[in-house]
């Protein structure tokens, strides 16, 4: 019995999830300099990754690739 192909699930956004660490961020940002982090940074930083990761899917699509690659970024 042949098996039925899967159905491609549609992209996800993240929906507001946070894509990055919190406490990597105050770590990274600590070392730099004794910075404090605002309690809006780390939403802002990962609003700006997951456009970064939109346009590199884009780029992928656009050269009719699946696997996004750091040239893309």
């Known amino acids: 019995m042949a098996k039925k192909a899967a159905a491609k699930k549609p992209a996800k956004k993240s929906g507001g999830e946070i894509l990055v660490v919190q406490s990597k961020v105050r770590d990274y940002l600590k070392g730099v300099g004794e910075f404090n982090i605002g309690s809006d940074l780390v939403g802002a930083v990962?609003?700006?990754v997951e456009s970064i990761l939109d346009q590199a899917a884009e780029r992928?699509?656009?050269n009719n690739r699946k696997t996004i690659q750091a040239r893309d970024v």
Do not use: D, L
Request: aromatic share 0%; no cysteine; hydrophobic share 15%.
């Open 46 to 48: 990962s609003s700006k």
């Open 60 to 62: 992928a699509k656009g």
